[in-house]
């Protein structure tokens, strides 16, 4: 949440610095910033998205070479001029810009305020550079040393790029929030993701919990949070800047959707040994996520039942007190960002009792990583738009594998392999699914439903038309319709009924029957004729070996998700109220 920038080089600053906001600005886009030190600090900032900023303001009337930059997702104030980001003392020559929440908030604003410091926004931010600002008077001139004290005096979560009139020099800290360090030919970034300076640079510094560093011309020092210098050597990373860019795609989304065809063999491929050893060693497995994230953990505990024999428990992150962690627990955290606050403060709470942590997460160096006995890549590349698509398929490969190996289960695993062909051939026929939105699109309430494993792709695919299509939809397990949701049901409600012929298929016909009964109308998502049959509208799936279909059978979902959105004239890369990377509470 909230995308951060910072530029030290011979650059323009504004130019680079608006270009890598651009490419985070999924982070959070109802206003954005930027900050330039020339003889005075320059600021120009609005509320809106970066490209109807720009109509209003010209970024580029920025000089200086040292610069800071902010794409926000607003907590503290509401949307508005005042409360874009970046922030200023009452001085106007210190200058920062923050991601994540300072909780101390209202005391500081208190005592700042009672020092005669007057206020601009409403956000938490700006009572960080008034803290400065009354810093350095105590600490005599010295913003480094005024830096660190900050950092004692403001608790909660946050990622702070800082800089100050007539210094080349740019402070930087993060605690519970991202920030990297990109090392370009004669200039240094500061970036809350790596995406944003993909194109300059692909060697980063992954700042670790509660550190800082201080860029300069030079180059980097980086400090433990007492202010002490410590050794963060850099790491070069294999993202390329074409997998953060469009491609031709008129969205991120639709391409990421694409992208699965070659993501899911990518992850088949990725080594899981480190975690299918610590999983052989735990008495009780407990598996914690949010979001589609978390139902990837709920296939993933329906494929230990069903191929290992073996009983877990599966955790939202944010419910991490109901529960039960101890010394033969082994946790495993499932984030795409690895940076989900939520996620982390479960893997937290089991670490402290004593639980050992199995990280499966698509983001080098993420805060997950450094909590994680053993980390897992998913290997999907980044993902740009805010929903997750290619994340989720990758994540339920690898734990797939996971499974399939603790299992023992080596034919499945080559068949596992082998299932890029059946995506590229539902993928084919994307078309077929932009035809059924023709009729959807005028319904306003959908019912997603599946039995057994295909019951987490039903939530799956209600949160896709959910976030992207705004859009009232629900899910349930199609046995569960009886015991109350049928009462909802009127004429010509659409339910999705989504599953493969297997066991559960005869159950799920009746279902719909019940449904239909009820003068619902159906879309079935199936390769089951009698399924089918019985339906209004269909996507007739290819045939997949049953074990692997809930894989596959997200991906007709995506694609009804994303074309409904289009058609209702939504942007299905940046919904609204949300942002990728949820770093608070
Ligand atoms: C849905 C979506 C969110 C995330 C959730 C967890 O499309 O993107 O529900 O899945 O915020 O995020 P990660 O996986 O980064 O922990």
């Given at each position: 949440m909230c995308g951060i920038v910072g530029y030290i080089g011979p650059k323009k600053a504004s130019e680079v610095i608006l270009e890598a906001l651009r490419k985070v600005e999924y982070r959070g886009y109802d206003s954005a910033g930027i900050a330039v030190s020339n003889s005075k600090i320059e600021i120009m900032k609005d509320a809106g998205k970066i490209a109807e900023i720009e109509k209003r303001n010209d970024f580029s009337s920025l000089q200086g070479t040292v610069g800071i930059g902010h794409t926000r997702w607003a907590t503290h104030g509401e949307v508005n001029k005042q409360n874009a980001h970046p922030h200023t003392d009452c001085t106007?020559?210190?200058?920062?810009?923050?991601?994540?929440?300072?909780?101390?908030?209202?005391e500081l604003r208190e005592r700042l305020g009672k020092l005669g410091h007057k206020f601009k926004s409403e956000t938490d931010t700006e009572l960080v550079a008034h803290l400065l600002e009354e810093n350095l008077k105590t600490a005599k001139g010295d913003f480094k040393k005024a830096f660190f004290d900050m950092l004692k005096d403001v608790e909660g979560s946050y990622s702070f790029v800082i800089f100050r009139q007539g210094e080349r020099k740019i402070y930087g800290a993060r605690k519970s929030c991202p920030l990297v360090i990109g090392i370009g030919k004669g200039e240094m970034f500061f970036a809350s993701d790596m995406p944003a300076v993909l194109d300059r640079t692909r060697e980063f510094?992954?700042?670790?919990?509660?550190?800082?560093?201080?860029?300069?011309?030079?180059?980097?020092?980086?400090?433990?949070?007492?202010?002490?210098?410590?050794?963060?050597?850099?790491?070069?990373?294999?993202?390329?800047?074409?997998?953060?860019?469009?491609?031709?795609?008129?969205?991120?989304?639709?391409?990421?959707?694409?992208?699965?065809?070659?993501?899911?063999?990518?992850?088949?491929?990725?080594?899981?040994?480190?975690?299918?050893?610590?999983?052989?060693?735990?008495?009780?497995?407990?598996?914690?996520?949010?979001?589609?994230?978390y139902y990837a953990a709920l296939v993933f505990k329906h494929l230990l039942a069903s191929e290992c024999g073996i009983r877990a428990d599966a955790v939202i992150g944010s419910e991490f007190r109901s529960g039960v962690?101890?010394?033969?627990?082994?946790?495993?955290?499932?984030?795409?960002?690895?940076?989900?606050?939520?996620?982390?403060s479960a893997v937290r709470f089991a670490k402290g009792k004593g639980a050992r942590i199995i990280g499966i997460t698509n983001v080098f160096g993420s805060s997950l990583t450094r909590e994680a006995d053993a980390t897992v890549y998913i290997g999907a590349g980044p993902e740009i738009a805010v929903v997750a698509t290619k994340s989720f398929t990758s994540q339920l490969v690898v734990l797939y594998k996971i499974a399939l190996t603790l299992a023992g289960k080596k034919k499945e695993l080559l068949q596992l392999h082998d299932l890029s062909g059946v995506a590229e051939a539902v993928l084919s026929k994307s078309g077929d699914v932009e035809k059924l939105v023709g009729e959807l699109a005028k319904k306003k309430d959908f019912f997603f439903i599946g039995r057994g494993v295909y019951f987490p792709i039903a939530l799956e695919g209600a949160l896709k038309l959910k976030e992207i299509a705004y859009l009232h939809a629900e899910a349930y397990a199609a046995g569960e319709l009886k015991h109350g949701p049928l009462s909802m049901l009127e004429d010509g409600v659409p339910i999705i009924a989504i599953g493969n012929f297997d066991e559960n298929m005869v159950k799920l016909v009746t279902n719909v029957k019940e449904c239909k009964a009820r003068k619902a109308r159906v879309l079935a998502v199936s390769d089951h004729l009698g399924l089918l049959a019985e339906a209004d509208w269909k996507f007739a799936m290819p045939a997949v070996p049953g074990l692997f279909a809930p894989i596959i059978y997200i991906l007709p979902l995506q694609l009804l998700a994303y074309y409904m959105a289009v058609k209702l004239g939504k942007d299905p890369d940046k919904p609204r109220n949300l942002a990728k990377s949820v770093t608070v509470e």
């Open positions: 106007g020559t210190i200058c920062l810009v923050h991601n994540g929440i300072i909780e101390n908030f209202a510094v992954f700042l670790g919990e509660a550190e800082a560093a201080i860029l300069s011309d030079g180059g980097y020092d980086v400090y433990d949070a007492a202010g002490k210098k410590t050794s963060r050597p850099s790491k070069h990373v294999d993202w390329t800047p074409q997998m953060a860019q469009k491609e031709g795609y008129p969205h991120f989304m639709l391409k990421e959707i694409f992208e699965q065809q070659a993501t899911i063999r990518q992850s088949s491929a990725v080594d899981v040994n480190w975690a299918v050893n610590e999983l052989k060693r735990a008495k009780n497995i407990s598996i914690i996520a949010c979001g589609t994230s962690f101890d010394k033969g627990t082994c946790a495993i955290a499932i984030s795409q960002s690895g940076e989900t606050a939520d996620t982390l």
